[in-house]
């Protein structure tokens, strides 16, 4: 069973705990602002890495 699943935000690329919806509060912005497409901003190494 995995304790973790991918972040909400759609162009997010980070893995969060199950307890958890986004990995930080920038993708959870974006979500709810319904900003779908744009390039996350989290920051972390999992999304600076993707072209």
Partial sequence: MKDDKP???AGCHC???????YCSESCRM?????????ACECGHAACQQRP
């Fill in 15 to 21: 893995r969060v705990p199950v307890s958890s919806d």
């Fill in 7 to 9: 972040c909400d935000h």
């Fill in 30 to 38: 974006a979500a709810e602002s319904q900003n779908v497409g744009s």
